[in-house]
């Protein structure tokens, strides 16, 4: 009987606890979803710019020339990043630079009054994220951190004194090791690049990015004067299809996040809000039905309303190239909704 008595008391020990167990995890879901009604958006509406890769017009089968030209005078774009390519400007040698087409880029910039992130070092934005020449990845570790370095001083120096020039990005989400066709982070190292922009340019902020559904912000939010963010929305995967972020992280997330790291909201920049396809296999191999999968008109308006919450004073359109080339393709849907983006 006693036996008996002990059991059913450590039965109903173990009830209770599954049962508080389960209040405690159903409390932490209503207040994850809770997170979804707040609206951190700002009395002044946010500024809009894009991401430029010369690189990825021509992956595309693009003008990489008329594509910048028309997101500068047709789009009316005034914020812009553009990725600087390692293996273009120095593709054989340290010795042999060719800065035309970054110097043709800047300078229509220029001419516009547009304002640039330059991102900068071997890790910038578009696959495979490392852009390395095949000369400077043969070197032994030490030569190879000093050609680095000498290729960041000649962009420093030469672009510094242009009054396009807004903000200097240093490698792109650096700490993301999972993501990329690159080496483990050096965090040695990005401090050196970092120090060296600095030392060189004392007037221009430096910018270093993380992951915004991945990244802690932790490593990143002392290491440069902007925090820069992504946010991706539908992602694609080889085992598991299409995820939907929309579900389960709500844009208090990355306001959030920003405050409980110490960073403070003016310092944080989307420098990739997804405005584009994310596939399964390559963008360009990929039907054109599959990729609305991912990205259409509607997830588009969708994805701008939702940065618009996080409550970030700048967000940068990561797509631009596409929208040109669906155009193309016949379908102009794309450039048309971000032409009243950027007209309002």
């Given at each position: 009987m006693a036996k008996l008595r002990v059991k059913m008391v450590l039965k109903n020990r173990k009830m209770k606890w599954f049962i508080w167990v389960g209040l405690i995890f159903l409390l932490l879901i209503a207040v994850w979803y809770s997170l979804f009604l707040l609206d951190f958006s700002s009395s002044n509406p946010p500024s809009f710019g894009v991401s430029f890769a010369a690189a990825q017009a021509e992956y595309l089968g693009l003008n990489p020339k008329e594509t910048y030209l028309a997101i500068l005078d047709d789009l009316k774009v005034r914020n812009i990043r553009i990725?600087?390519?390692?293996?273009?400007?120095?593709?054989?040698?340290k010795e042999e630079n060719d800065f035309t087409e970054l110097d043709w880029q800047v300078k229509e910039a220029e001419k516009r009054g547009v304002k640039l992130i330059l991102a900068i070092g071997q890790r910038v934005p578009r696959w495979p994220e490392c852009h390395t020449p095949e000369w400077a990845s043969k070197l032994p570790d030490k030569q190879f951190q000093e050609a680095l370095l000498n290729y960041l001083q000649k962009i420093v120096l030469r672009y510094r004194g242009s009054p396009a020039l807004k903000i200097w990005q240093v490698e792109n989400e650096p700490f993301l090791d999972l993501f990329g066709d690159c080496p483990k982070h050096n965090k040695k190292l990005?401090?050196?690049e970092i120090s060296l922009v600095r030392s060189l340019d004392g007037r221009h902020p430096i910018m270093v990015t993380d992951s915004g559904e991945f990244g802690s912000w932790l490593r990143t939010k002392t290491l440069s004067d902007y925090l820069g963010t992504?946010?991706?929305?539908?992602?694609?995967?080889?085992?598991?299809?299409?995820?939907?972020?929309g579900g389960f992280i709500p844009p208090?997330?990355?306001?959030?996040?920003?405050?409980?790291?110490?960073?403070?909201?003016?310092?944080?920049i989307v420098s990739e809000l997804q405005a584009e396809p994310w596939?399964?296999?390559?963008?360009?191999?990929?039907?054109?039905?599959?990729?609305?999968?991912?990205?259409?008109?509607?997830?588009?308006?969708?994805?701008?309303?939702?940065?618009?919450?996080?409550?970030?004073?700048?967000?940068?359109?990561?797509?631009?190239?596409?929208?040109?080339?669906?155009?193309?393709?016949?379908?102009?849907?794309?450039?048309?909704?971000?032409?009243?983006?950027?007209?309002?």
């Amino acid at each position: 009987m006693a036996k008996l008595r002990v059991k059913m008391v450590l039965k109903n020990r173990k009830m209770k606890w599954f049962i508080w167990v389960g209040l405690i995890f159903l409390l932490l879901i209503a207040v994850w979803y809770s997170l979804f009604l707040l609206d951190f958006s700002s009395s002044n509406p946010p500024s809009f710019g894009v991401s430029f890769a010369a690189a990825q017009a021509e992956y595309l089968g693009l003008n990489p020339k008329e594509t910048y030209l028309a997101i500068l005078d047709d789009l009316k774009v005034r914020n812009i990043r553009i990725s600087v390519y390692w293996n273009r400007i120095e593709p054989r040698s340290k010795e042999e630079n060719d800065f035309t087409e970054l110097d043709w880029q800047v300078k229509e910039a220029e001419k516009r009054g547009v304002k640039l992130i330059l991102a900068i070092g071997q890790r910038v934005p578009r696959w495979p994220e490392c852009h390395t020449p095949e000369w400077a990845s043969k070197l032994p570790d030490k030569q190879f951190q000093e050609a680095l370095l000498n290729y960041l001083q000649k962009i420093v120096l030469r672009y510094r004194g242009s009054p396009a020039l807004k903000i200097w990005q240093v490698e792109n989400e650096p700490f993301l090791d999972l993501f990329g066709d690159c080496p483990k982070h050096n965090k040695k190292l990005l401090l050196q690049e970092i120090s060296l922009v600095r030392s060189l340019d004392g007037r221009h902020p430096i910018m270093v990015t993380d992951s915004g559904e991945f990244g802690s912000w932790l490593r990143t939010k002392t290491l440069s004067d902007y925090l820069g963010t992504s946010i991706y929305r539908v992602v694609a995967q080889s085992w598991f299809g299409y995820i939907k972020y929309g579900g389960f992280i709500p844009p208090a997330y990355y306001h959030l996040k920003a405050r409980l790291v110490g960073k403070p909201i003016d310092q944080v920049i989307v420098s990739e809000l997804q405005a584009e396809p994310w596939t399964r296999k390559e963008l360009i191999k990929t039907p054109i039905s599959e990729q609305y999968r991912s990205m259409n008109l509607v997830q588009l308006r969708k994805n701008v309303e939702f940065a618009k919450r996080t409550g970030f004073g700048e967000i940068y359109l990561w797509g631009a190239e596409w929208w040109y080339w669906m155009k193309k393709q016949g379908d102009p849907g794309f450039w048309e909704e971000a032409k009243r983006l950027f007209e309002g």
